[in-house]
């Protein structure tokens, strides 16, 4: 690739994850379905099968899925420049747009009224994120026997089980098939992963007094927290109550509630709520040096574990690891927007929405960005109808 290409793919790299930044919300599995439409059948970056196998290696891997989904889609077009570059991308208009929400409730005392918005958005992610699962169901569900592995997955997921044993019992029991079937005897069936995949069970008790507030402190929470935290914004919430509230007494329980408030209904990651807390902390400086802190070990380890999915794929205890973890990370994501469309489709406006995205996004084939714009404005005009 000479230099001429490799500046135009950076560009292209910049240019549309800055977009998919500013439009994607509803979560990680919203995000992973905005991009299996860009990256697998519009550009064809990746095959279906090379975006499943990515899919399931973030769930092996702390911090924020849909992030180091975004790294490693940069990363495959443009190396490694194309990894830093997605991801800033990626973060970047959530980052602003959080920043502006924190300076508004510093400011007037409250958060900026989202809800309009995303009454609108979250039917019409319920389509997206449902193409994306029959889009992608042919790569996660390869056998009889990945179905069950994916069956399996959710009834451990619906008992309470949280996601990484769920993932890593489907992977467990993909190599212990696999070495039943072809009757081969390697030895032992340890897995190299398992030794460093250890729970992170509870924090120490609450602070008797509280720690003074400095920026070298805030930034070592965030990066602690970005190193070990597997799960959803609920689990970014027990983090920063344990942290921030129980053993600092830096910020309050309602302040705590409105930064993970305004991360969940802002476009892009939920970890930008990182950038709210920083902020209320310790203005600009301090909301920069907490998202640093708390995405950074994404981008170690993505730029660290990219390199490595297609030689786990050329070994085949491996390869079924892999398919073990997909089917379950594609049963996790369908649970996932089962419990989304709960809170989605509450009334006959809201399912007029999805019904109204759907065709469009099945007879015209309409970039789903500009759907998910058309449906926030919906829920909008419902507000002031209202």
Not at 376 to 384: H, N, R, S, V
């Amino acid at each position: 690739m000479d230099a001429s290409e490799r500046n135009g793919r950076l560009r292209e790299v910049a240019w549309v994850f800055l977009r998919l930044g500013a439009t994607a919300f509803g979560g990680p599995a919203a995000h992973v379905a905005l991009m299996e439409e860009e990256f697998v059948r519009r550009r064809g970056w990746v095959t279906h099968d090379e975006f499943v196998d990515l899919l399931g290696a973030t769930n092996l891997i702390p911090g924020p899925n849909s992030t180091e989904m975004a790294l490693h889609l940069g990363h495959r077009r443009a190396g490694m420049a194309g990894l830093v570059v997605a991801g800033l991308g990626f973060i970047l208009p959530a980052v602003v747009l959080v920043m502006l929400a924190a300076w508004a409730y510093v400011r007037f005392g409250s958060v900026p009224a989202f809800q309009g918005v995303m009454t609108g958005v979250k039917p019409v992610l319920i389509v997206v994120v449902g193409q994306a699962l029959w889009n992608l169901r042919k790569s996660a569900l390869k056998t009889r026997w990945m179905v069950v592995l994916a069956v399996l997955s959710v009834v451990a997921s619906a008992l309470g089980v949280a996601e990484l044993p769920v993932l890593l019992g489907a992977g467990v029991l993909a190599v212990a098939r696999h070495a039943t079937t072809t009757r081969r005897v390697e030895g032992t069936t340890g897995l190299a992963l398992a030794p460093g995949w250890k729970p992170v069970l509870g924090a120490a008790g609450s602070a008797a007094v509280a720690v003074p507030f400095t920026n070298a402190g805030l930034f070592g929470v965030f990066l602690k927290i970005g190193s070990v935290l597997y799960g959803s914004g609920y689990v970014l919430l027990a983090f920063l109550r344990t942290d921030l509230v129980e053993r600092r007494h830096w910020i309050t329980e309602g302040q705590l509630l409105d930064a993970v408030a305004v991360g969940q209904f802002t476009p892009g990651p939920v970890f930008a709520s990182a950038t709210f807390v920083g902020y209320l902390l310790g203005g600009v400086t301090s909301a920069l040096l907490a998202t640093a802190g708390i995405f950074l070990p994404a981008f170690v380890l993505v730029a660290a574990s990219g390199r490595l999915i297609p030689r786990l794929r050329s070994w085949a205890p491996t390869a079924a690891l892999m398919d073990g973890v997909n089917a379950s990370s594609f049963a996790l994501m369908a649970v996932v927007s089962a419990r989304l469309a709960t809170s989605a489709v509450i009334d006959v406006p809201t399912a007029a929405i999805g019904i109204v995205a759907a065709v469009v996004l099945l007879k015209w084939r309409v970039n789903s960005a500009w759907l998910v714009v058309a449906g926030g404005a919906a829920g909008l005009a419902m507000q002031w109808v209202g």
